[in-house]
């Protein structure tokens, strides 16, 4: 068979050696004969916020440093191609489904569901008292059981979790400022439940960083935190090599605005705080780095992403190495979300599709395990059919798409490639000024990530204003008929009133021998790497001790806090869900005529991006009508009482028509606010004068204008 392909090779001559090689030149000149004029690099390369141009077409040459650096296989080197050098093949990634159901017996009832049906990693949080510390009779009631789960003890633990085989699935524990005590409590559970803790996999997430800029505050110094974290971090090293204890999220930062290279550069700044902290207690750095898991959101742009995620494995094995890290232990673990920064209440089901691309982009980059929003997750609690869309959305990558059956799909591709060195230059940069100027908890003090984002997030804003930056739905391809989804009313106080019942009882119950024994171990535990503090947290758990009680022992006499000015987080579709909301409150009165003036035919560009422009503000835009005679005109205005109206026409008509057709609408309603649709170029004074108050075209600030025009009828 060989010689049989041999002796036809040499017979046929390739068939590209027919065709001569075309450089990247002569393909650009090429491309300015299509432009007829145009600027190349105004019409073809697009900057972005992370600092560098994409490129409307990518060669060798683009990518030739990174190809020469990313010579190693999947798992090799600089681990760019992947952690591991079977890749999905060898592990697919995680799916973890976020879970935030009140009550341990509503999240048992979920998350036995969501298992039945796909999902391997439960992804818990806990409600905000549980992620501050207190049990819920020790926090507002409105805060109880909002957006996760209320926990007090280990009874709660054998609700979540009964008919659920912890040992054969992850569990990520979103614990705020209480990673030991829920580590007491789960540790019991799992004794309770006969689990050897060496088959526990997952992540009980301790990220004091990530809370601190959140949430702006820490009710103890950030040196008592490290404290517990190195605790935490010793005892699953030894106990329970599966699970995590240390979290790097950047979820703040991206939606707060924040660029994708902004996002690597806090992380590695955060990771570095962390690695030195566990060092200064007495832990190696090769001991902890496999302790630890990078939260990361994905962003909207497809390629930038795919960039972000391997560029991130490339710094982090650089991070490493200069930590003295053997290469083995030299891998990142990569948990992606799907951001919120893009997502809109306005036209929700185009969630769907962005989560869709977001998740596309994630898997192809090769994160460890990944987080599909629900596409209603900003507006109501999801349901079972917006949790099983987001859901099944694995499936259809794994199943359908095939992407569990290669390795490192974007490998090679000269695009990719040059945006991943780009990417890692670019985040490298920010990450040394970070370090120059004292670490990453010194630039929160300063507030340094706060104006950064802060910078990205004005840019951004302006563009979505100008609509050079499209939201679907939203700033761009209104649905003008579109119905709001309605949310979904829960109890949260009958469910505070439940939980802070459960929190007395169990303190009335637990064994009072065993918790005062349990408390004076934990208070006089030294906690500085030391894991007998977290088999102290284990007994008082087994003991009764709650989670507020159980934090409570460990910062007892714990002086200090630390606060910050916390990043703000900004939806991009804010500003115009405002002014919608403003819009519709007026009602009849936010209604535009669009006076189609002459056959539609010769303008219906222009006229359905003007209908589309004062749509997005939330006014009704009567636009079905095309008006052949001034009369007509003036009578639909009269008739439709409309405050404003937008005269809609090509050049030739303006030329010919507009300056009569203005003084009659203007005539017969003087108090008409009228606007001309097209820039007016050398007739704007004629314009004017017969009556046009203001133009609408492309340079015109989109939230602007309709904002001024809502104000205008208040």
């Known amino acids: 068979m060989a010689k049989d392909v041999e002796q036809t090779e040499s017979q046929n001559p390739r068939l590209l050696e027919e065709f001569s090689p ?3 030149e002569q393909w650009k000149e090429a491309a300015d004969k299509l432009l007829k004029g145009a600027p190349f690099e105004k019409v073809m390369i697009t900057p972005t916020y992370e600092g560098f141009d994409l490129q409307p077409l990518y060669t060798y040459e683009h990518a030739k440093k990174l190809v020469q650096w ?8 600089t681990k760019v191609r992947g952690g591991s050098n079977g890749g999905y ?6 799916i973890s489904q976020e879970l935030t159901l009140a009550t341990p017996k509503e999240f048992n009832t979920i998350a036995r569901h969501e298992l039945e049906n796909g999902q391997n990693e ?7 008292p549980g992620r501050d510390g207190v049990d819920p ?10 957006c996760g789960t209320s926990l007090v003890g280990v009874s709660d633990l054998a609700q979540m979790f009964n008919g659920v085989y912890l040992n054969y699935i992850s569990v990520y524990w979103r614990a705020g400022l209480s990673p030991v005590a829920l580590a007491g409590l789960y540790f019991a559970y799992a004794e309770r439940a ?4 060496k088959d526990l996999k997952g992540c009980i997430e301790a990220d004091p960083i990530g809370f601190l800029a959140e949430n702006g505050r820490l009710p103890f110094e950030l040196s008592h935190a490290y404290d517990e974290m190195a605790a935490l971090t010793a005892y699953v090293a030894d106990n329970a090599p599966a699970l995590q204890s240390i979290g790097v999220q950047t979820h703040v930062y991206h939606n707060a605005g924040g660029a994708s290279h902004q996002e690597m550069a806090f992380a590695l700044a955060t990771g570095v705080e962390y690695l030195r902290a566990m060092q200064a207690r007495g832990l190696k750095a090769e001991k902890v780095a496999p302790r630890m898991r990078f939260s990361m959101s994905i962003g ?5 992403e795919i960039a972000k995620f391997r560029a991130m494995r490339m710094l982090w094995n650089k991070v490493l190495e200069g930590f003295e890290v053997p290469e083995a232990a030299r891998d990142i673990y990569l948990h992606a979300r799907t951001g919120l920064w893009n997502k809109t209440k306005t036209d929700p089901y185009v969630n769907m599709l962005r989560t869709c691309t977001e998740g596309f982009s994630a898997v192809v980059a090769g994160v460890n395990g990944l987080t599909v929003g629900a596409f209603d997750e900003i507006i109501r609690e999801p349901d079972a059919f917006s949790r099983r869309v987001s859901r099944n959305l694995h499936h259809i990558l794994a199943e359908e798409c095939d992407l569990t059956k290669v390795i490192d799909p974007a490998g090679g591709s000269w695009a990719v490639e040059s945006l991943t060195e780009q990417m890692a230059e670019s985040a490298w940069k920010l990450f040394q000024e970070i370090e120059t100027a004292g670490g990453m908890v010194q630039a929160l003090r300063d507030g340094f990530p706060q104006i950064k984002t802060q910078e990205v997030l004005a840019q951004k804003m302006k563009k979505i204003h100008q609509r050079r930056d499209v939201i679907v739905g939203t700033n761009n391809y209104p649905n003008p008929i579109e119905k709001a989804l309605e949310p979904r009313n829960i109890d949260y106080k009958a469910t505070a009133d439940e939980r802070s019942n459960a929190a007395k009882k169990a303190r009335e119950q637990a064994v009072k021998g065993g918790t005062h024994s349990a408390l004076q ?25 709650t989670l507020g009680q159980i934090n409570a022992a460990l910062r007892e006499n714990k002086s200090g806090s630390e606060q910050v000015e916390p990043l703000k987080m900004q939806r991009a579709s804010e500003t115009y869900e405002t002014l919608r909301a403003e819009a519709e409150a007026l009602g009849d009165k936010a209604r535009i005529l669009q006076v189609n003036f002459g056959p539609s035919r010769r303008y219906r560009g222009r006229a359905d991006w003007t209908s589309a422009f004062f749509r997005v503000g939330g006014f009704q835009v009567l636009s079905d009508t095309d008006f052949n005679t001034v009369e007509e005109a003036v009578a639909a205005a009269n008739e439709s009482q409309a405050p404003i109206a937008v005269i809609t026409s090509d050049d030739q008509t303006y030329a010919e028509s507009a300056v009569e057709l203005a003084k009659a609408l203007k005539q017969a309603r003087p108090s008409l606010y009228l606007i001309l649709a097209g820039a007016p170029g050398d007739n704007e004074a004629a314009f004017k004068e017969a009556g046009v108050d203001t133009f609408v075209h492309v340079r015109v600030n989109n939230y602007e204008m309709n904002q001024q025009l809502v104000q205008r009828l208040k």
Not at 122 to 128: A, G, I, P, Q, S
Not at 137 to 146: F, I, N, P, R, T
């Open 89 to 94: 093949r060898q592990q697919p990634w995680w």
């Open 70 to 77: 990313g010579d190693d296989l999947p798992g090799k080197g």
């Open 300 to 304: 909207p742009n497809y390629f930038i």
């Open 194 to 197: 006969g689990i050897d803790p």
């Open 137 to 146: 009779d020790d926090s507002c009631a409105e805060s109880v059981g909002v």
């Open 521 to 545: 171990c934990l208070s006089q535990a030294d906690p500085v790497a030391d894991p007998g503090v977290v088999v102290a947290a284990v007994a008082a758990a087994k003991a009764g001790m």
């Open 22 to 24: 075309h450089t990247y």
């Open 122 to 128: 439960l992804n818990v949080w806990l409600d905000k």
